[in-house]
C-alpha cells in the first residue's frame, strides 16, 4: 500500500481528467485525517477502501447495508471451569473471509495505533499481561468488577463515534462502523421488527437513509476489530473512572471487560470499599454497561491478591498455585502412556483433541509471560505427547 501523497495524487487526479475541485476536496478530507493523532490512512470512499483491501465494492456495499445472509459463522469455545458448576461456553461469531480481510486491515491500519487510555491494558500494541497485573503489586485492599456482555454494549453508534474520531468524514465512518458491527440475534433476519425508538441516535442521522436496515448493531466476539474498538469506546469510562480511582486514593487498571482498584493502605476498610463500588456502579449505568454483581469481588488484607490470574501480593505478579496445578494435571495426563491426549479430552470434555491442544497451548502461553524456564518445560511435555489422532 503506496503512503498518502497530496501532491501526487492532485497531479494523477488531473492527469486522468478528474474536476479539480474534487480532487481539492478529496485532498481535504485525506488532510484532516492525517492531522490525527497517529493517524491511520486515508479512506475517502467505500469504493477507497475496496481499493486498498482488495475486496470488491458490490461486496463492501452488501455488508454495509445488511441485505445478505449473516457473514459470520459461530462456534462455541469453552470458558474455564467453575468448581460444582456446568461447562460453560463462550459464543465466538467469525467472519467470512473477505469480511475478515477488511477487518483485519481495518484493525490492523486504522486502529492499532489509535491512542488508548493509559488505564487500558488490553488489546494494544505490546500490551503484557504481566505489565496489566504489575500495577497493582502489594495490594493491601482490592476492589474487582467485570463488565457484562462487554463487546454487545458497545454499539455502532460507539464505533462510529471512534472512527470520527480517527478523522474519517461522517459517511465512511459509519461505513466502517457498519463493517465492524453485527445484528443481535433478535435483529439477525429480514422479517426483524424495526424498533420505534432507537435512541441514541446517529449524530448524522441522514446516514442511515442511504442503506435500507436502520437497526444498530454491536461488536461481535470473533472480529478482529473488536478488542480495540471496545478499548477506544470506552475511553471517556476509563477517564471517569481513572477520577474517581484518584478521588478514593486507589490504583485503577482495566483489562477488557475486568475493572481492578487497589491500594496499599490498610487503612481503606471495607466501608470505602463498598463506596467506591457504588461510585462505579453508577459510572458503568451513565455509559450504558453493566456490571457482572455475582463477580464483584472485594479481597481485604491477608487475602490472596490475584488480577489477571496472576499473584499481586509481592514485588511482581506470580502463577498462582491453582494454574500451576491444574497445568501439570493436564500434562500428566496428556503424557500417561495408558492414558494420553485422546482420553483426557474425552474425559475433560472437549469438543475434539485438537481442541484440548489449543487450550493447553493457550495456557502454557500464558505461563510464558511471567515464567518463561517454566513454560519451556511444560512445552517439551506437551510436544512429546501423541497428538497424532488430531490429525486423522
Known amino acids: 500500500m503506496r503512503t498518502w501523497n497530496s501532491q501526487r495524487y492532485f497531479a494523477e487526479g488531473l492527469a486522468a481528467g478528474v474536476d479539480e475541485s474534487i480532487l481539492k476536496n478529496a485532498v481535504a478530507t485525506a488532510e484532516h485525517t492525517l492531522r490525527q493523532a497517529n493517524p491511520g490512512p486515508p479512506i475517502l470512499t467505500l469504493g477507497h477502501l475496496g481499493h486498498l483491501t482488495g475486496v470488491d465494492v458490490g461486496i463492501l456495499t452488501a455488508y454495509v447495508s445488511r441485505q445478505d445472509a449473516d457473514p459470520y459463522r459461530e462456534f462455541s469455545i469453552r470458558k474455564r471451569p467453575i468448581a460444582g458448576q456446568p461447562p460453560r461456553y463462550r459464543t465466538i461469531a467469525v467472519p467470512e473471509p473477505s469480511l475478515l480481510r477488511v477487518q483485519t486491515w481495518i484493525a490492523s491500519e486504522v486502529l492499532r495505533h489509535a491512542p488508548c487510555h493509559s488505564a487500558s491494558t488490553a488489546f494494544a500494541p505490546g500490551s503484557r499481561l504481566a505489565q496489566a497485573a504489575a500495577r497493582h503489586c502489594r495490594a493491601v485492599w482490592m476492589v474487582k468488577i467485570d463488565l457484562r456482555n462487554f463487546f454487545e454494549s458497545v454499539t455502532e453508534i460507539d464505533a462510529h463515534r471512534v472512527f470520527l474520531e480517527r478523522g474519517y468524514q461522517p459517511l465512511v465512518a459509519f461505513e466502517l462502523a457498519r ?214
Open 179 to 392: 463493517l465492524c458491527t453485527r445484528l443481535r440475534d433478535k435483529h439477525r433476519n429480514d422479517t426483524a421488527v424495526l424498533p420505534q425508538r432507537r435512541t441514541p441516535k446517529f449524530r448524522h442521522s441522514s446516514l442511515t437513509s442511504l442503506y435500507p436496515r436502520d437497526l444498530l448493531g454491536v461488536l461481535p466476539q470473533g472480529a478482529p476489530t473488536s478488542p480495540m474498538l471496545a478499548n477506544l469506546a470506552v475511553r471517556d469510562l476509563d477517564e471517569r473512572l481513572t477520577a474517581i480511582a484518584k478521588t478514593y486514593g486507589v490504583r485503577y487498571s482495566r483489562y477488557a471487560d475486568d475493572l481492578t482498584f487497589s491500594t496499599t493502605r490498610k487503612s481503606f476498610g471495607r466501608s470505602r470499599a463498598h463506596d467506591l463500588v457504588g461510585r462505579v456502579y453508577e459510572t458503568l449505568a451513565a455509559r450504558g454497561l453493566a456490571p457482572n454483581q455475582s463477580k464483584t469481588t472485594i479481597v481485604s488484607p491477608g487475602a490472596r491478591k490475584v488480577v489477571l490470574g496472576l499473584l499481586v501480593d509481592g514485588d511482581t505478579p506470580k502463577l498462582t498455585r491453582d494454574f500451576r496445578s491444574r497445568l501439570r494435571k493436564h500434562l500428566y495426563h496428556i503424557s500417561a502412556p495408558d492414558q494420553g491426549p485422546v482420553q483426557h479430552a474425552a474425559r475433560r470434555g472437549f469438543a475434539s483433541v485438537e481442541g484440548l491442544r489449543q487450550h493447553l497451548l493457550g495456557l502454557i502461553a500464558f505461563a510464558g509471560q511471567i515464567d518463561p524456564v517454566y513454560a519451556a518445560k511444560c512445552r517439551a511435555i506437551l510436544d512429546s505427547s501423541d497428538w497424532s489422532q488430531t490429525r486423522r
